[in-house]
């Protein structure tokens, strides 16, 4: 498997934990009875971790929009290159440390580790055009 291919496995199940987290936090917090409601409204209880919680999900799918289209094109016409496989390696590498920061609300370093996650998506496209090309 490549590391282009192991990084959507691994992007695949920080959203999944980042989806457990919050429903278990709304569960906790806002009780039961929220989880199976129609979830009208804000859930009761939230408070500001709840706020970073969800703003961690949130956030890991705006850059899955960007990143695993990206990953799965290089994956699918079997490209992978130092281009690549780096973008593939910093993203996760980025992704993991960036999650626990947001969650415990540090700033300004969690801003620091989302960056290159972030850079790493043209340097993806870059890797796919030039393995394209090459």
Same mark, same amino acid.
């Given at each position: 498997?490549?590391?282009? #291919?192991?990084?959507?496995?691994?992007? #695949?199940? $920080?959203?999944?934990?980042?989806?457990?987290?919050?429903?278990?936090?709304?569960?906790? +917090?806002?009780?039961?009875?929220?989880?199976?409601?129609?979830?009208?409204?804000? *859930? *009761?209880?939230?408070?500001?971790?709840?706020?970073?919680?969800?703003?961690? $999900?949130?956030?890991?799918?705006?850059?899955?929009?960007?990143?695993? /289209?990206? #990953?799965?094109?290089?994956?699918?016409?079997?490209?992978?290159?130092?281009? +690549?496989?780096?973008?593939?390696?910093?993203?996760?590498?980025?992704? $993991?440390?960036?999650? /626990?920061? &947001?969650?415990?609300?540090?700033?300004?370093?969690? +801003? $620091?580790?989302?960056? /290159?996650? &972030?850079?790493?998506? *043209?340097?993806?496209?870059?890797?796919?055009?030039?393995?394209? #090309?090459?």
């Amino acid at each position: 498997m490549t590391l282009e #291919a192991l990084s959507i496995v691994i992007y #695949a199940f $920080l959203i999944f934990a980042a989806i457990l987290v919050q429903a278990i936090y709304s569960s906790r +917090t806002a009780g039961p009875a929220y989880g199976i409601s129609n979830r009208e409204g804000d *859930p *009761p209880g939230m408070g500001a971790a709840g706020l970073r919680i969800d703003r961690t $999900l949130a956030n890991l799918k705006e850059v899955a929009s960007m990143y695993l /289209p990206l #990953a799965l094109l290089a994956v699918s016409m079997d490209i992978s290159n130092g281009w +690549t496989s780096g973008a593939a390696l910093l993203t996760i590498a980025s992704r $993991l440390i960036y999650v /626990p920061l &947001f969650y415990l609300g540090i700033p300004v370093v969690r +801003t $620091l580790v989302w960056a /290159p996650s &972030f850079v790493a998506i *043209p340097v993806l496209a870059a890797g796919i055009l030039i393995g394209a #090309a090459g």
